[in-house]
């Protein structure tokens, strides 16, 4: 759990993917900071591209994250 909140380039990237496949705009990047923002984008990405793949709810499940 520890080690979770330590690695904040994966947690971006994992907040990003969230607010992707929720269907948030890429400008509601919380991050200022340059290696941040650049995880949290590509987390968005990969996130819009599952949503547009139609990989959300239950059906999105067999796609793990980690």
Known sequence: M???KRDMSDRAF?????AGVSGRSNETCP???DDQRL???SGWREG???QWDGLT???G???AVV
């Not at 994992?14 to 969230?18: A, D, K, S």
């Open 61 to 63: 499940v067999h796609k």
């Open 48 to 50: 819009r591209s599952d």
């Open 31 to 33: 991050h200022s900071n």
């Open 39 to 41: 995880c949290w984008l």
């Open 2 to 4: 520890r080690r979770q």
């Open 57 to 59: 709810g239950v059906s």
């Open 14 to 18: 994992q907040r990003g993917y969230q």
